[in-house]
């Protein structure tokens, strides 16, 4: 079956999910890769929202983490304070997914604004949950488009902490989780190097050339020793996937009604 690079990025990310995984979910992106893992491979996965929604299990996508859906289908639905205070900052929730505006090459992102902050060319929605996602979590996964405008040699602002100025920076800055540990984007797999943790490609999705990266980032990409091809989508994946889509549309459509 045919698919196209967006499609691709939620398969591979929603592949580093296994059964049974805690995963403190972001909106958009991630959200979609935590739901197409739970639809496939990984029936028992138990998602997180920062409404408080506790092990959600959503027909459809939320357009926010204040969507009703979330409640509704969750098995709890606690205080967001007792969410980040207990549960997250507890380290009870091993790992978060994550999207951003921009990123740079150790993993930081910007979700606050682009241009000056005090005069920006674009506000963004801000942090919300992930600054204290990325510093509690054992480890962070990212799912982000790839861009010359999202992919930046420095960030405009410096939403959540990532791997910092890279090597030991996220040490000395006090933080005792590991951070991003992976980054999937529609046209690659990127993964920090054990000792600078700038990302390096570790896989090339199907079709995806050298030349192409390198026009859609901000930087000198580095790759890895051995660079693999990404396996492509399954029929399976790609119809739970597109299910997922066609509910979710039409269910946005009936409520614009």
């Known amino acids: 079956m045919d698919f196209t690079p967006a499609e691709m990025m939620t398969i591979a990310a929603a592949r580093a999910l296994s059964d049974g995984d805690v995963c403190f979910a972001g909106v ?7 739901n197409l893992a739970r639809l496939t491979h990984a ?14 299990r959503p027909s459809v996508l939320p357009l926010s ?43 930081n992102i910007n979700t606050t604004a682009v241009g000056n902050y005090r005069h920006p060319k674009v506000r963004l929605p801000g942090g919300g949950g992930a600054p204290e996602i990325a510093s509690s979590c054992s480890q962070v996964l990212l799912t982000v488009r790839q861009s010359r405008r999202s992919f930046v040699q420095r960030l405009d602002f410096r939403t959540t902490y990532g791997h910092g100025e ?30 600078t943790k700038e990302f390096e490609v570790v896989s090339l999705h199907s079709g995806t050339t050298r030349e192409r ?14 660079v ?26 009936a409520q614009r009604v």
């Open 28 to 34: 958009g992106p991630p959200s979609e890769a935590c």
């Open 43 to 56: 029936p028992n996965i138990s998602l997180i929202y920062e409404s408080g929604a506790i092990r959600s």
């Open 65 to 107: 983490v204040g969507d009703g859906e979330l409640s509704q289908t969750a098995i709890s639905t606690i205080p967001v304070a007792e969410m980040f205070r207990y549960w997250l900052q507890g380290g009870k929730i091993p790992i978060g997914v994550l999207s951003a505006a921009q990123i740079d090459r150790f993993g």
């Open 166 to 195: 890279g090597a030991d920076s996220r040490q000395e800055a006090g933080f005792e989780t590991a951070g991003p540990t992976a980054l999937f984007t529609d046209l690659a797999i990127w993964r920090p190097n054990p000792e």
């Open 213 to 226: 990266m390198a026009e859609t980032v901000g930087w000198k990409i580095k790759f890895a020793d051995r």
């Open 228 to 253: 693999e091809e990404t396996p492509p989508p399954s029929r399976a994946e790609l119809e739970a996937l597109r299910e997922l889509h066609a509910r979710t549309d039409a269910a946005h459509s």
